[in-house]
């Protein structure tokens, strides 16, 4: 699979979803807090070569579509960054309450600093990553 492909897969699957979806708004504090510590908990187990804690943060629809060996391939090809980043820092963040989108500044395990947007849906209680695509790097660290 490319990452083109991948990236086009992502959008199909949440296309529904935006159309549907309230306005997103700037996240407040308390929200960014529990969207960041999802991300950063998935790239840690990622940092720890724990494909199986890391799919624990898959949105339930990206398990149905990628069993925990296809999750794994499909991370190591398309998001080496992510599969081996060695820091992360969070840019915008956005939410509606039920979706939200994070741009995340990701540094691979070879110096280059890349952007991405986490997409993430809430699960019950709790946030799951719903898809990742690659962006330009543009906004503000915060």
Not at 70 to 92: C, D, H, Q
Not at 98 to 104: F, G, I, P, S, Y
Request: net charge negative.
């Amino acid at each position: 699979m490319n990452a083109r492909w991948l990236s086009l897969l992502w959008i199909i699957l949440l296309a529904p979803c935006a159309t549907a979806a309230p306005e997103m708004k700037p996240s407040d504090t308390k929200m960014k807090e529990a969207l960041h510590a999802v991300i950063t908990g998935q790239l840690a187990a990622f940092r720890a070569d724990d494909f199986a804690g890391a799919y624990a943060f898959a949105d339930p629809q990206i398990k149905e579509q990628f069993p925990l060996e296809a999750f794994e391939r499909m991370v190591r090809t398309a998001y080496p960054a992510i599969a081996k980043s060695v820091s992360a820092s969070f840019g915008l963040t956005f939410d509606n309450g039920d979706e939200a989108v994070v741009e995340v500044h990701v540094t691979g395990a070879d110096g280059k600093p890349l952007a991405y947007h986490y997409l993430l849906r809430r699960d019950g209680e709790r946030w799951r990553i719903s898809g990742v695509f690659a962006a330009e790097k543009q906004g503000i660290e915060v």
